[in-house]
């Protein structure tokens, strides 16, 4: 018999309200528990809306409900202190990206989880994608050799607001409009387009290519509220590959998500494009490979995590899409391209908070 996940959701939000909570609510194997959020009362309306048990204002009260398993939709800045408590309450944690503001918070979070032993997830919901699945699969398949070089280009319709901190939708905005600060204060966000974006863009570009970044060397356009719109990267890698991955922030007149990815090795070149759904692999010997994909491959659906997180709790495996430690080596990605364009430099990856899981560390294993 299928175990019955006990589910709490941190920070019931606007995301939370249109994606994670109508999504838990169709299962018979999650129980809903409970919900919280600073306002009571919207809590309360949330709790009655999906049929939660409880609802809070008191995240640390949403904890003591013997939790399989923990959603943590809150801003990045506050994401090390819930993520800790509840890997330490004993529940598996899927935490949405931005994963944290500091790499040495995300590293932090990593060494929670391998202390207590709860699996923790990042919300990279891209990397389960039929399109990027049959992409990684032409890359083990097909043998890309050594790669060499990479080339990555998000666009998304989020202009409005980090040029504005207006115009921001999604589909719960009539009942929860989501705040537009929570996207573009850094002190709350980390940033503009480096975390919000390219935090999925570096993601990705690890995930399919299982390389390790190196330096980063970034350039920012600034729109008149102070943040960045628009992001282009030069990444080497410690193989040494070198990669360019841009992210463009377009109008609403193209609301879809628009992905384009090139990687480049001794064995042969694979291609990706989401207005198509198309992904090829031409081999070093001619030969080109197409991946078998569903009609529906390029369609954003967020959920892959949300669904391996209830697997985790019933004991399944995690996969790779989005482990912990990719959350944390995304984060020192813009951590350093914001380095960066303040040196006008490149500048290293690899944080020095990557010491806390060495032997005898902070977050060493005990």
């Not at 989501?178 to 570009?205: D, I, N, R, Y």
């Not at 390029?298 to 997180?309: A, F």
Request: charged share 20%.
């Amino acid at each position: 018999m299928t175990k019955r996940v006990r589910v709490g959701v941190i920070g019931a939000g606007s995301w939370a309200n249109a994606v994670q909570l109508p999504a838990l609510a169709k299962r018979d194997d999650v129980e809903l528990v409970v919900v919280s959020r600073r306002d009571g009362d919207l809590a309360r309306q949330v709790a009655a809306r999906f049929g939660v048990q409880h609802a809070t204002n008191d995240w640390q009260e949403a904890l003591r409900y013997g939790l399989d398993a923990v959603i943590v939709a809150t801003p990045p800045n506050v994401h090390l202190e819930q993520v800790t408590a509840a890997l330490e309450s004993g529940a598996h944690v899927l935490c949405e990206k931005p994963f944290a503001i500091t790499s040495e918070a995300a590293w932090q979070m990593v060494a929670a989880s391998r202390r207590t032993g709860r699996k923790l997830l990042i919300a990279f919901g891209w990397n389960y994608m039929p399109l990027m699945q049959g992409a990684r699969r032409l890359l083990d398949d097909r043998g890309i050799g050594d790669i060499e070089f990479l080339t990555l280009e998000i666009r998304v319709a989020v202009r409005d607001l980090l040029a504005h901190g207006t115009g921001y939708r999604n589909p719960a905005s009539d009942v929860l409009p989501p705040k537009p600060e929570t996207f573009v204060k850094p002190e709350v966000s980390g940033g503009g387009q480096a975390p919000v974006t390219m935090s999925h863009a570096f993601g990705l570009a690890l995930f399919l290519s299982r390389l390790e970044a190196a330096t980063i060397y970034a350039q920012m356009w600034q729109g008149p509220i102070g943040v960045d719109v628009h992001d282009a990267m030069i990444v080497t890698f410690q193989n040494g590959a070198i990669g360019a991955i841009n992210g463009a922030s377009s109008h609403e007149s193209k609301p879809n998500v628009e992905w384009a990815v090139g990687i480049f090795g001794s064995g042969g070149q694979l291609q990706l494009d989401s207005v198509t759904a198309d992904v090829q692999f031409g081999s070093a010997d001619g030969s080109i490979y197409r991946a078998d994909l569903p009609s529906h491959a390029g369609v954003y659906e967020p959920n892959g995590p949300l669904r391996t997180l209830i697997s985790v709790a019933q004991g399944g495996p995690a996969g790779d899409e989005s482990p912990a430690e990719l959350g944390a080596r995304t984060v020192e990605l813009v951590e350093a391209s914001y380095r960066s364009v303040q040196s006008g430099r490149a500048e290293q990856v690899l944080s020095p908070a990557r010491a806390l899981l060495a032997p005898g560390g902070v977050g060493a294993i005990r």
